[in-house]
């Protein structure tokens, strides 16, 4: 997690202030419903709640861990300045550190999980209005890097559309999947501290609670959480990709947005580089790799151990906080993208109809021409147009051979982009709902 | 995928003959539904279904390919061996080769899905089943390997059951992600073959029409099924962890079924290897490394390229032989776990009662003695233990100031078992449904 | 590994018969070297070498490891069964299963580097080749995809074989990596086999003896034996993203060889398909994942666990056969490449001079004109080539403005490709070690 | 990189000040070479160095940077504030970017490559005083984790040390790997810049002059150093691995230093958490995984695409800082690490000479008794100390059957440590030059 490549929502989420604030609320709503149990004093528990507007001064906290080594007890500490030593006494009380560190992390995930389904949800909005911008542009379908048959670009944003609107399913599966909280104390059994309060805390910050948990929230949440983070990311890239394509300078069907004042724009009119995709392309790469060490701390000992606590301390911040950037990044790049329908026509027609020489193979052998045959008479013409740069139709409507078999109209027919087209609507339709 | 850890079924499913069978019926659905539309003659269509009962032959397949270099070609030319070469004429039309092999991908990673779902209900039977043998033995918790708190194994195993509870979950989710077909055409504009013909062999494949294709199905589908993956065998070896561990020399809690049989097991008794969860646990890491690769091959280029292809031929049988061989073994391990009660009451006692010091520095503090002197009392019993070998409890029974406080019953009550295990019932009843 | 990306040698490597092969050899040079000590009788190691032409029959060991559980007791059973059992019972006295295992595995190891030191020499040869042979091939260089300042194609094979020297470099250095040997008994302490026997057999299998190994040879080798492999993989698909740009249809300034006589190749002479280099971005993806697998492997616990086995069962074969076929697959696509300089000049006349626009800048700038007029001098003219289709130099020779800063024969000079070769030489001389 | 895993002076490496710092003595070095050569005048080039000792104003650069959208210029800009625009007028001249910032990161990559060099150095020392310290504590070896035959911790030690060793030498190859530089100009040509300027920047900053760069330095030198630091963090974690395992509860053979003060220590001693090496084992999972984009960076796009820049941006810093903070805490680790002789006599104890049944087996066979016998006299002795807690010696001393086989003293003999110990100075001699 770097300045650059940050936003202050999802940055504020990873504060630590907003960590505290969290623990805060943990341990005031579990003394709530101690006092609710009868398990502590009701005063003790509403003395509590006379921090609720304090915002924790973290030097002093940080100063304190400084002494006791120990991030939780500093806080308490901390906490029993505002509250008061004797009136704070049984706050914490049967619980461990991990029941409040962990359900920490899951409401910042969550928290994180929210944005980042934000995220996708504008990022839709700006890939389906361009899509229907863009639903009869035509442009050239490429296998391989080569040009094959015709499309649109309105299918090419159709189809990021649909892509993202599974990442958005997936994130929102992912949410669930770590909107769980734990207050099962020492090995997670209860002995100290009863469910109840575990219902009560993770109620109270839109949690569930952890059906078994070992102290700790089982490891395999986050795994699956951050897997999901990766696989957005690498659709991240996918687009991401395709726009480098397209602004490259033999290609340049889109361009991502260069504002007039720009310097050098106009100099060297050319050189504008698609540098946001390719920044994109690197993020993605970053926010994949953590799918890895996520997945390593699955396998803790016993009940627990701590290595997956260093791992988090850098992927939950730096995973989320990338990838909000890259999906916001990544909007504004939809949303400004500089298309040129012209140059999608003159690219399609380098090779002056040859992307059409299939059609044309199969209209002539369907009118009664063998395989062998059709196939000659394909290649002749289409020799003639990569070697001696003539135009495909021009040619086919010249060789006597071909008009035995097809009319001329027939021959017009082949090169007909709305043979391609056709079924744009139907593909909307699926993708949207309405073509 | 080597032999060695493989199942038969799984394998199957990878086999060119399943492969073949699978292209065969994509394109006889396919006449079907084109002779439906009327694009190709009733007949045509029919003929192709005279090869229904045909087994493939392999070798005659490679053969062709040799010499066409591509294999969908070469399994139609077979086909056309089969069914006449006239007749077989309109087999493929409008076709590519990614609507077949796509689709047939899918149909294999489905099926799968399928075997690693009834893996996943095995292994979960497995755990249930030894959840409640062991609902009430008692060892003690650890946490970072060190003596903790109480709890059972009963507890360990509902963990485990809870966590594959949710691979399961997952593993459906996946089967979802990539139980889609396409038969669009080239670039997937649906120009050279109606929607109806996919539709039609999605519907008798068991699959659902992929709503934007281009070509290709679009791989973060595929990403996201191998990542999932990556997370259950993470918990694969979460769970091979903790055996392991319970194995260990000085631990000996349990231990793999090891037959009477096998040699060298009664000369060394103590030379028992948990050789199966640590294999399962190298398998983990295999299957675990291939969710890079998978997301690596989201970001093709334009319409498609073909780099993916590699990658999947290898990790598409390598990830899921592996793990269905793994969970398999692991259900197997489960199943026959020679699990040691004695020896958890044994090692749990190793500090003769030091694992209950937290709960009697709690009931002196709530008893009225000041948390600093609470501390010293419970630290100059402790040290006895530790530095003499003593016996917590027996010492506490014998220390005056400590007897000030509380009661001898009350003592004994601080290493009452019961404690502990009281809220086992509630948290099975949360993992299983019932107490 | 799969058939369809394999080459028989390096396939060889990995064969059971190699294996029992170098076992035998382990065993027999071991057997020797007791002899030679004292510790077996003479007749008995001479004995062993009674099976030196002896095929071992692999079938019927897997017959014997499938009753006794124990590959290495099944050999040595059917090693028995050559020698006579008798004879045969000094064989592996005082040895580890992985004394055998962890040296035969580096033994393959070894000889699999061996394989891909010549792949990467061949591979070297044809870069090399081709870049004297395209030395001043004149083609535009691009940033981020953009067109920028000319290069040659000289250059760009002269880079590729840089980076692949210096991975021929790394490559010597992982085959030292993991060209050890150990014979040193249960937890390696040499209590049960006296180090001259690893030194021999060391010295006979042209290995190093391992300084310190724990009944296993230490795996952080064999992480950077892996790693290794993943570097070079991620060379070979910078390589080959090179071409799959080349030869895209807009680019097209190379084409991976296309024979004649393949099938539709002048019936769409546009749609030839880099499916080589497309194949080969895949494979990389593969061999690189492996390096995960690979150092998770390094951290046994205490002397040795056997997780590491069914990892290296894979990546051992997989890792070695892919990269090997990668790069031979990689040197024929080098050596046929179709270069076309002819397209290489018109893509970088695509905007008609516009390229040179930064250097006309510096020019008026160095002649005294003020940045900010020179910058409006050059920009006005190259809007009429971006927005008009005029050409740069033609603009520039008729702008007043600019003719009385540059004289017409330094306008000329600014538009000579000479500029930006002339330091091709040098490079040439740095990378090959003359011009 | 967060501070709680990071110590300052690979912090430092990594500010904006130490960026800019070595952007100006580049910029000044290659001044001083262009006048030399006589392209810029020498005032000019004089005139840079009077920036000599500026401490460059961050936030004013960045203030330019908001402006400017372009680093390097900022910088630039800022210079010319402290040299005078006019006399700054030459600076950078020919150059790009890329030959600052590639420069710039491998000069700090080399930075950081030396801290490491010194870290592992330290962490040597500490391990070679603890082998030589512990050269004879015997301990039981393990394999699976079970007891097999004993060694000693120093060998332990000493395996350690070999590792790191190894390390040592790949962390200096990877050294060199980034130690270069470039000063091409754009797409790497020299045709704006002499060769001379680079030789002699790289001349002045330690760096080797890049043979071929392409106005970036090519990037599988980078993969070629995060892997290292990859392989050197999964030597950490195998090393914690090992320290987690000694102090587990059941085990506690060693324990990492506890000061006196620490609270808790003596109310609960044996609540002493191996969390140092757990920490450890986590942050090896970090570097690690930073590999693989690393790897994904070198396939740029022809010259260059600025997709490396953001991963850089961040595993730069990320994996240096991490990698150094985790030797220096693993230093500490060895060098206070608590060990525990008894404990490991104890433990090897814990099965009353069982772990000597595989030499007792030996020797009667190779007193004459046949196989099958010796093992039965072996089992039956060995039933007894299983079953009945008998000790394995004394049983043997008692049998009849044993005992007409071996004499009382060599049975004794057999559980002599000295046979398990003979070779430790051989082991020493090999890895540390001396006995």
């Not at 949690?207 to 990311?233: K, M, N, W, Y």
Request: glycine share 6%; with cysteine.
């Amino acid at each position: 997690m770097i300045p650059r490549y940050s936003r202050p929502d999802m940055v504020a989420i990873w504060s630590p202030e907003t960590k505290f604030r969290i623990w805060y609320e943990i341990e005031a709503h579990a003394c709530d419903a101690m006092a609710d149990l009868g398990v502590i004093p009701k005063e003790n528990a509403e003395a509590v709640w006379k921090a609720k507007d304090v915002e924790f001064d973290v030097d002093r906290i940080n100063e304190i861990e400084a002494v006791t080594k120990h991030d939780v007890i500093a806080f308490l500490t901390h906490l029993a300045e505002h509250v008061g030593s004797d009136e704070a006494r049984f706050v914490h009380q049967g619980m461990t550190s991990s029941d409040v560190l962990d359900t920490c992390f899951n409401v910042q995930l969550t928290r994180a999980a929210d944005l980042l389904i934000a995220d996708l949800e504008r990022l839709l909005a700006a890939l389906k209005k361009r899509a229907y911008e863009h639903k009869d542009t035509v442009r050239i379908g490429r296998s391989h890097g080569i040009h094959a048959e015709p499309t649109t670009m309105g299918l090419t944003f159709a189809r990021f559309y649909a892509e993202m609107d599974r990442n958005l399913s997936r994130m929102r599966d992912a949410r669930a999947e770590i909107a769980t909280g734990a207050i099962s104390g020492a090995v997670g059994t209860f002995a100290n501290i009863d469910p109840a309060v575990e219902e009560h805390v993770c109620d109270k910050l839109g949690l569930v609670p952890e059906p078994i948990s070992t102290q700790v929230i089982p490891r395999d949440r986050h795994a699956a959480f951050f897997a999901t983070l990766g696989v957005i990311a690498s659709s991240v890239e996918n687009i991401a990709t395709e726009i480098r394509h397209m602004q490259r300078t033999e290609v340049l069907e889109a361009e991502e947005f260069f504002s007039k004042g720009q310097k050098g724009s106009s100099a060297m009119p050319h050189k504008r580089n698609p540098v946001l995709t390719e920044n994109l392309t690197g993020l993605a790469r970053l926010v994949r790799s953590m799918a890895i060490p996520a997945m390593e701390n699955v396998a803790l000992w016993h009940e627990r151990d701590i290595s997956h606590s260093s791992v988090e301390r850098n992927i939950g911040p730096d995973a989320t906080v990338t990838l909000d950037f890259a999906l916001a990044r990544l909007t504004g790049v939809i949303e400004n993208l500089v298309v040129y329908p012209d140059n999608m026509l003159a690219n399609m027609h380098k090779f002056r109809g040859l992307v059409m020489s299939q059609r044309v193979l199969l209209a002539l052998t369907q009118a009664g021409v063998s395989r062998e045959d059709s196939y000659k008479l394909v290649q002749r013409n289409a020799m003639k147009v990569w070697e001696e740069g003539k135009d495909f139709k021009e040619e086919l409507l010249k060789d006597e051979d071909v008009l035995k078999a097809l009319t001329p109209a027939q021959i017009e027919e082949k090169f007909d982009l709305g043979y391609h087209t056709k079924h744009v609507g139907t593909i909307f339709a699926r993708v949207f709902g309405e073509e």
